[in-house]
């Protein structure tokens, strides 16, 4: 992988089509779901795989897995892919599947994050705090106050974990009792740590780097990184159905596509695939894994294409990640996108805690503040004139005061949801 993240973008399409061809192969072999859809390749020698015949592969969605249940698992996973996992996904959507994963998957997962730290001049004898949702070994970790070895082989640093449900005034306090040298958190958590931060005057000491997981990262947030504490953010991509997908440049903000392990599609509403510059829809496909493939699986996230990178890397370009169908604004005309609620400015207008934005209807949005006083009635009507401008015309706006906003499934946070697209 030193030498393949350097290949040319027709090396490494070479590369994926010969893997491509084995693993079509193998699903139209031995997973039942396969035998129909790929019947359209029939005929097809693998060294004639090319661009447009992959098109032809038919996009898989997440309610077509969770139809086909235990027909998605193959029946003769080959033996030296190592030991089937259980894969589930948290149910973010509302539609959980099930899968399985190799020790390749495995192996993939661990190589690859691997990289991320190397890209990132992690240093692996240094400590990393981890405030994320807790279970099994981490919740057991956190109870011991003992941390867990986070890069095997390379270094003695150990992780230790703290629950992202305590108060953020406990997290900051537990930030500075255990020193560490990284910090690895959800990006609405950061943010409002950073806030807290901004009013208190509290700098981390030591803190070398944040690493950001699970959600979309607004550039905002970024910025207030640098700007409340000097310290920039490394963020990935991942699911939990294929790992890593795509990883922050070692010399930009934007993301490199994880080619040796995942074909990458970002397609527009004809299906085609978009240029730079250009949102459409993300599907995957997983190239190791054969216990249960998914090939051209749409998994429900929109991403902006990229131009060929400046730090020479021949790796595809994913320049934003822009969450689900479910964050994208409906407006009264027919037409979707995607709002931004520069925070900065809403914070400037009243002393609001954390938001969200949910868009009931065509016609009705609902804002919910978590506010740290009564707002005055001023407030509240410039409150509504800046969500107007973020929004559009053409809503009504009903503002919301809540105690708490509670996270999502597994701990994430959306700042804003819509109701018309399905949740």
């Given at each position: 992988m030193d030498d393949s993240q350097w290949w040319a973008p027709e090396k490494l399409e070479a590369a994926q089509f010969r893997q491509l061809g084995n693993l079509l192969a193998h699903s139209y072999r031995t997973v039942p779901y396969y035998r129909d859809s790929l019947k359209v390749l029939d005929g097809l020698r693998r060294r004639e795989l090319n661009a447009e015949v992959w098109s032809r592969v038919p996009v898989l969605d997440r309610a077509a897995v969770q139809q086909a249940g235990p027909d998605m698992f193959s029946r003769a996973v080959p033996k030296d892919h190592g030991s089937i996992?259980?894969?589930?996904?948290?149910?973010?959507?509302?539609?959980?599947?099930?899968?399985?994963?190799?020790?390749?998957?495995?192996?993939?997962?661990?190589?690859?994050?691997?990289?991320?730290?190397?890209?990132?001049?992690?240093?692996?004898?240094?400590?990393v705090a981890c405030i994320r949702n807790l279970s099994g070994a981490m919740k057991s970790s956190a109870a011991r106050g003992r941390g867990q070895p986070w890069a095997p082989?390379?270094?003695?640093?150990?992780?230790?974990?703290?629950?992202?449900?305590?108060?953020?005034?406990?997290?900051?306090?537990?930030?500075?009792?255990?020193?560490?040298?990284?910090?690895?958190?959800?990006?609405?958590?950061?943010?409002?740590?950073?806030?807290?931060?901004?009013?208190?005057?509290?700098?981390?000491?030591?803190?070398?780097?944040?690493?950001?997981?699970?959600?979309?990262?607004d550039p905002s947030t970024r910025q207030e990184c640098r700007d409340v504490w000097d310290?920039?953010?490394?963020?990935?991509?991942?699911?939990?159905?294929?790992?890593?997908?795509?990883?922050?440049?070692?010399?930009?903000?934007?993301?490199?596509?994880?080619?040796?392990?995942?074909?990458?599609?970002?397609?527009?509403?004809?299906?085609?695939?978009?240029?730079?510059?250009s949102v459409g829809r993300i599907v995957l496909t997983d190239l190791h894994n054969f216990a249960s493939p998914l090939i051209r699986y749409d998994i429900g996230d929109y991403g902006e294409a990229g131009a060929a990178c400046a730090c020479g890397r021949g790796l595809p370009v994913l320049a934003r990640v822009l969450g689900r169908a479910r964050n994208m604004l409906s407006l009264p005309s027919g037409d979707k996108a995607w709002p931004s609620f520069p925070e900065r400015e809403m914070m400037a207008i009243a002393p609001i805690r954390q938001f969200q934005i949910v868009q009931n209807n065509l016609k009705?949005?609902?804002?919910?503040?978590?506010?740290?006083r009564p707002l005055t009635g001023a407030e509240e009507e410039q409150l509504l004139r800046y969500l107007r401008k973020c929004l559009g015309g053409g809503f009504e706006i009903d503002l919301a005061y809540l105690p708490e906003i509670a996270r999502g499934s597994g701990g994430k946070y959306e700042d804003f949801l819509s109701m018309v697209n399905g949740s």
């Amino acid at each position: 992988m030193d030498d393949s993240q350097w290949w040319a973008p027709e090396k490494l399409e070479a590369a994926q089509f010969r893997q491509l061809g084995n693993l079509l192969a193998h699903s139209y072999r031995t997973v039942p779901y396969y035998r129909d859809s790929l019947k359209v390749l029939d005929g097809l020698r693998r060294r004639e795989l090319n661009a447009e015949v992959w098109s032809r592969v038919p996009v898989l969605d997440r309610a077509a897995v969770q139809q086909a249940g235990p027909d998605m698992f193959s029946r003769a996973v080959p033996k030296d892919h190592g030991s089937i996992s259980e894969i589930r996904t948290s149910g973010s959507t509302g539609r959980p599947v099930q899968l399985q994963g190799t020790g390749v998957t495995r192996l993939f997962f661990n190589t690859l994050n691997l990289r991320y730290h190397i890209w990132q001049g992690r240093d692996f004898s240094g400590s990393v705090a981890c405030i994320r949702n807790l279970s099994g070994a981490m919740k057991s970790s956190a109870a011991r106050g003992r941390g867990q070895p986070w890069a095997p082989t390379m270094g003695p640093g150990r992780m230790v974990y703290f629950d992202i449900t305590r108060p953020v005034r406990e997290q900051i306090e537990w930030l500075g009792e255990v020193s560490p040298k990284y910090l690895l958190t959800f990006p609405s958590n950061l943010k409002e740590m950073l806030r807290l931060s901004a009013e208190t005057g509290f700098k981390p000491d030591g803190l070398a780097g944040v690493a950001t997981m699970s959600e979309t990262l607004d550039p905002s947030t970024r910025q207030e990184c640098r700007d409340v504490w000097d310290i920039p953010i490394s963020d990935t991509y991942s699911t939990e159905e294929a790992g890593l997908i795509a990883l922050q440049c070692p010399d930009h903000d934007h993301y490199h596509v994880q080619s040796e392990h995942i074909n990458l599609e970002i397609l527009g509403p004809d299906g085609q695939p978009c240029p730079p510059g250009s949102v459409g829809r993300i599907v995957l496909t997983d190239l190791h894994n054969f216990a249960s493939p998914l090939i051209r699986y749409d998994i429900g996230d929109y991403g902006e294409a990229g131009a060929a990178c400046a730090c020479g890397r021949g790796l595809p370009v994913l320049a934003r990640v822009l969450g689900r169908a479910r964050n994208m604004l409906s407006l009264p005309s027919g037409d979707k996108a995607w709002p931004s609620f520069p925070e900065r400015e809403m914070m400037a207008i009243a002393p609001i805690r954390q938001f969200q934005i949910v868009q009931n209807n065509l016609k009705s949005i609902e804002a919910r503040f978590v506010v740290v006083r009564p707002l005055t009635g001023a407030e509240e009507e410039q409150l509504l004139r800046y969500l107007r401008k973020c929004l559009g015309g053409g809503f009504e706006i009903d503002l919301a005061y809540l105690p708490e906003i509670a996270r999502g499934s597994g701990g994430k946070y959306e700042d804003f949801l819509s109701m018309v697209n399905g949740s």
